[in-house]
């Protein structure tokens, strides 16, 4: 029994020790980010509001339509998502990051210290996309309100924090910069479908952001999984492992996600033409 627990102590040592020594005293002292207690209460906050109190006080109300409120939601979240990859671009990814082995530099310089703000950027970005969610229990869209949409918009915010408090740079940003592309785009998606049905007819690939999230994760599996087979790879090996999981289980869900929703849907409208035929 005492050797179990003795073993249990130095594995809970050794985390303990792996993250003090890991800690990025760049960045400590920013903005939501020197201890997790507050992002676990807003993220608390979040999911009793749209599991519980939110569908509970929108039961007898009529939606509200938000359109202005979309209208700008959504056209600054396009410029978040075009500043966080221009800005992963000139801090590493554009020219001086090695895309098989990028480990983190807790160095000061200009470049250094970009790509750290670019990734604090990042995490704040996440926990603004948390109104996503919001936006649908005001508006009653239940049915977006996916277990996919949560585990998503709950996890994301969790990873980005890791990054700012531990990794604010290296190998794993990867995800942030290309994460960023895609919601200039998607974000643009639904700033065009907020305008109202007179635009939304036009916009035929909603599908295809789907597509690219599944290449995007893809990317980032292989990305990271590489580290793995790398022995002089500075990286943490761990984190790298954690983001290959959950690169590889985005990578599930969406898929099933996309079948779910397009595929078996195009097979249901073609059964339909059939019958009519």
Known sequence: MSVRLNETTTIVDRMV???????????????????????????????????????????????????????????????????????????????????????VTYESDPISMRMARAVWLYYIA???????????????KQRQISFLHLYHHTLMPVCAFIGVKYFAGGHGTLLGFINSFIHIIMYAYYLLSAMGPKVQKYLWWKKYITILQIVQFLIIFVHTLQIQFQPNCNFPKSIAALLTFNAGLFTYMFSAFYVANYKKEAAAQAKLAAKKE
């Open 126 to 140: 996440k926990i603004t996309e948390l109104l996503d969610t919001v936006f649908f229990v005001l508006r009653k």
């Open 17 to 103: 020790n792996f993250f003090v020594e890991h800690e990025d005293l760049r960045t400590k002292q920013w903005f939501l980010s020197n201890a997790p207690g507050p992002l676990f209460m807003i993220l608390g906050a979040y999911l009793y509001f749209c599991l519980y109190a939110g569908p509970r006080y929108m039961r007898d109300r009529k939606p509200f339509e938000l359109k202005n409120t979309l209208l700008v939601y959504n056209a600054v979240q396009v410029l978040l998502s075009w500043v966080l990859f221009y800005e992963g671009y000139k801090g590493g990814w554009g020219g001086h990051y090695n895309f098989k082995c990028q480990p």
